[in-house]
């Protein structure tokens, strides 16, 4: 090789020694970047900044108003048209699917880390999932015996259920501003509905009895989240198997007999399936939403949905649901407005407070002596 050499020379054994050493920084960078992302998805703590990062507010409350207006077309035709009538087992259907869902992304690796058992003591998952199955199911109940307009007036009350929960359990007050908005939104919706109301003794002791599990259930997702560093699918694998439990033991007191002599064919069996389905991203938009926003926000939104199918009605389909209900509509969708606003306002300045401090390699360029290579060595730089 004497005569390679001799044809090169010095700056060509520097030119090779220099391609040599960016290809050994660049495979060592990219070595690093695999490291790093590895390790952001699996530990609690990185997997839940991925879920912030792409899955903010905006995201995951239109995620959640998408599925939900599907699964209530959906749920509409499976127990008019199907004739499903059976509201817990339906739910057990939807978190059935949901687990085994769950636990094919567990066996692919693509379910998040949950956080370390001593973050979270099982009596909190337990109760979440025992909340969650009496939540769920007490509303499909209240649905099935209750004109629209009791459920929509019903869920008017988990809102202060909430405000006054959260103030007796965590402290938590809001403003006067946005009580003055809850007002609106509470009042409107009242108005909007208050033509369709249907009072039905049995349906009335279930929506009462469904209004302390909604805001509790409403609370511990978003607290869990946001204060012990779960993600929306990992809470949802510690808690649907409970959830299942307690359904099922909640079925036979519930539901009218004659669900296994219901005709399962090929129809009403894919269109329960496909209600499954949207059922499964309905808890996870759910999840999501109330990771990144709060119980109120989330139930606001619910009523949201609500106002926009009335309106779309009237608008798109010439249904007639009165000008009073109308009024009320477009009322609480203004004071909806006036929430989202001043709720963003202030979850924005309390993530500039908490905002926290990271280390962040910034290269310096450094000379080394043989041959004049040049080399990049990084120095940490604490930024705010």
Sequence with gaps: MGWIDALLGKHGRSFIKRKDSDAGEAGRALEELRGAIYNDLRSAEGAKRQQQ????PAVAMT???????????????VMGKVGFNFPIFLTLIHYTVA??????FKALSLLPVSPASKTTPFSSLFTLGVVMSFATGLANTSLKHNSVGFYQMTKIAVTPTIVVSEFILFRKTISYQMILALFVVSAGVAVA????????????????AWIIPSAVNK???SKLQKDSNWTAL?????????TVFFLVALMPWLDPPGALSFKWDLNNSSAILISALLGFFLQWSGALALGATSAIAHVVLGQFKTCVIMLGGYLLLNSDSGFVSICGAVTAVCGMAVYTSLSLKESQGSSNKQL????V??????TNTEDGVESNAAIATTVA
């Design 63 to 77: 995620f959640n108003f998408l599925v939900s207006v599907g699964i209530i077309l959906t749920n509409k035709y």
């Design 53 to 56: 990062r792409f899955c903010g």
């Design 361 to 366: 390699a910034i290269p310096k360029p450094k």
């Design 234 to 242: 990992a809470l949802m694998w510690k808690t649907t198997p409970i």
């Design 99 to 104: 687990w085994i869902l769950l636990a094919i």
């Design 219 to 221: 609370i511990m997702w």
């Design 356 to 359: 926290p401090k990271q280390n």
């Design 193 to 208: 509905t208050v033509t369709d109301l249907e009072f039905n003794l049995f349906g009335a002791f279930i929506s009462i």
